[in-house]
């Protein structure tokens, strides 16, 4: 499970929408689904916010996601899914997606692996 200190937020645009997409191409959807699961403390998401407000006089916010919702988070893209879709290898929680990219399926036997 992930660390039930951390805070888990959603980052909302002034017209409502969610950022979503990867550090490589960010943007704004008002699909709640797509959007990017953010630490508040790790990803320093207060500083975030400053930072756009200051360089670009934007607004955006920090929604706190409710602590009861049924998903884990990818510790690679920040993703949501169910826990029972989740991947735990050995040190972080994969998606689908992510878990093929982080190691590709071996041809190994599970003894040799």
Not at 38 to 60: C, M, P
């Amino acid at each position: 499970m992930n660390d039930p200190e951390a805070i888990k937020v959603l980052i909302v645009n002034e017209d409502g929408q969610y950022l979503a997409g990867t550090a490589a191409h960010w943007e704004f959807t008002d699909d709640r689904s797509l959007a990017r699961v953010f630490d508040y403390s790790e990803d320093r998401v207060a500083e975030q916010i400053r930072l756009v407000r200051r360089a670009y006089g934007k607004v955006w916010v920090a929604v706190q996601l409710d602590p009861s919702e049924a998903f884990e988070f990818c510790d690679r893209c920040g993703g949501r899914m169910s826990a029972v879709a989740a991947f735990f290898d050995g040190r972080r929680f994969l998606c689908q997606d992510c878990r093929s990219v982080a190691s590709p399926p071996s041809s190994l036997p599970l003894s040799q692996r």
